[in-house]
Every structure is written in structure tokens, then in C-alpha cells.
């Protein structure tokens, strides 16, 4: 098993910046990539961004390019927000995956709130 930490998140104005943090313990040797989601309000959890064991990263979600960055120093990853718009209001999950047996693990998510 997997557990996972997030902080960071908050409330913050437009244009702003906001740093999430997550922590991986247990069985960390077992993950191959850790990475964030998403979700909104009335929407479905999506992925922003992931970061490989190896050292890869996934292509960014177009609603963040250019403005979100991901970070990882192996059980940690980090999600650099800026240039804050308030449609980057939602909860924000640290995921991380499991290659075999094939299994997500999931943070308990944290709020982020942009104000216009």
C-alpha cells in the first residue's frame, strides 16, 4: 500500500501562486509515476500532469501549459501553480500508479480557490 499527502492548497487571488506538496509512504518502490488531478465543481477528476520514476513527464493538461510546472524528488512531487485564474478552482489530488498489479493511489485532495 501507498499513502499519500498533499498540502499546500488554499485561497489565493488571481494571478497569484500557489506550491502543492505531496508525500509518498509505504510502499513507494512499488510506483512508477506520481502526479495531479483535478476536479472542479459538477466536473469529473482530470489529469494535469504526471512525472515518471524515470525521470519523464507527461504532457501537460492544456488548461495549465505554460503555467502549472511538476517537480519530483523521488517519494515527493510538487505542482508549482502561477498565473492563478479562477477557473483553477477545485480539488486538487496527488495520484500515484502502481504498474502491476495496476492500481492508483490517491491523496485525500486539497482545496484550491482562485477570487477573481
Known amino acids: 500500500q501507498v499513502q499519500l499527502v498533499e498540502s499546500g492548497g488554499g485561497l489565493v487571488q488571481a494571478g497569484g501562486s500557489l506550491r502543492l506538496s505531496c508525500a509518498a509512504s509505504g510502499s513507494i518502490f512499488d510506483i512508477n509515476a506520481m502526479g495531479w488531478y483535478r476536479q472542479g465543481p459538477g466536473n469529473k477528476r482530470r489529469e494535469l500532469v504526471a512525472?515518471?520514476?524515470?525521470?519523464?513527464i507527461t504532457n501537460y493538461a492544456d488548461s495549465v501549459k505554460g503555467r502549472f510546472t511538476i517537480s519530483r524528488d523521488n517519494a515527493k512531487v510538487y505542482l508549482q501553480m502561477n498565473s492563478l485564474k479562477p477557473e483553477d478552482t477545485a480539488v486538487y489530488y496527488c495520484?500515484?500508479?502502481?504498474?502491476?498489479?495496476?492500481?492508483?493511489?490517491w491523496g485525500q485532495g486539497t482545496q484550491v480557490t482562485v477570487s477573481s
Open positions: 512525472a515518471t520514476t524515470s525521470g519523464g
Open positions: 495520484n500515484a500508479k502502481r504498474s502491476w498489479p495496476v492500481y492508483d493511489f
